[in-house]
Nanobody, 124 residues
Framework: QVQLVESGGGLVQAGGSLRLSCTTT????????MGWFRQAPGKEREFVAS????????LYLDSVKGRFTISRDRAKNMAYLQMNSLKPEDTAVYYC?????????????????WGQGTQVTVSS
C-alpha cells in the first residue's frame, strides 16, 4: 500500500503563490506517473496536472496552464505543484495521486493511490 501526504496548502491573496508538496511512502511511486487533482465545494473532482515517471509529458488543466508547474523528485519520492498567480476560482482541496501507468494521464480512474488532500483558499 502506498501512502501519500500532501502539504503546503493555506490561505493566500489573489495573485499570490503556493507550493504544494506530496510525499509518498514507497519507492513504487518512482516508476509511476503522478498527478494533482482538486475538488471545490459542490463540484466534481477535476484533473489539475500530471507528470510521467521520468518527469516528461507534463499535462495541465487549460485554466492553470502558464500558472502552475508540476515537478517530481524520484529519489525523494516526492511531487510538487508550484502555483503562481492564484485566483479565487483555484480555491479547492488539492489531492496528490499515484497512477497505475508510467505516463501522464488526465483521468482519475488511472490513479490508484490518493492522499487526504490539502486545502487551498484564495481570497479576492
Amino acid at each position: 500500500q502506498v501512502q501519500l501526504v500532501e502539504s503546503g496548502g493555506g490561505l493566500v491573496q489573489a495573485g499570490g503563490s503556493l507550493r504544494l508538496s506530496c510525499t509518498t511512502t514507497k519507492r513504487t511511486s518512482s516508476n509511476n506517473a503522478m498527478g494533482w487533482f482538486r475538488q471545490a465545494p459542490g463540484k466534481e473532482r477535476e484533473f489539475v496536472a500530471s507528470i510521467s515517471w521520468n518527469g516528461d509529458r507534463p499535462l495541465y488543466l487549460d485554466s492553470v496552464k502558464g500558472r502552475f508547474t508540476i515537478s517530481r523528485d524520484r529519489a525523494k519520492n516526492m511531487a510538487y505543484l508550484q502555483m503562481n498567480s492564484l485566483k479565487p476560482e483555484d480555491t479547492a482541496v488539492y489531492y496528490c495521486a499515484v497512477s497505475r501507468l508510467a505516463v501522464s494521464s488526465t483521468t482519475s480512474n488511472s490513479y490508484q493511490y490518493w492522499g487526504q488532500g490539502t486545502q487551498v483558499t484564495v481570497s479576492s
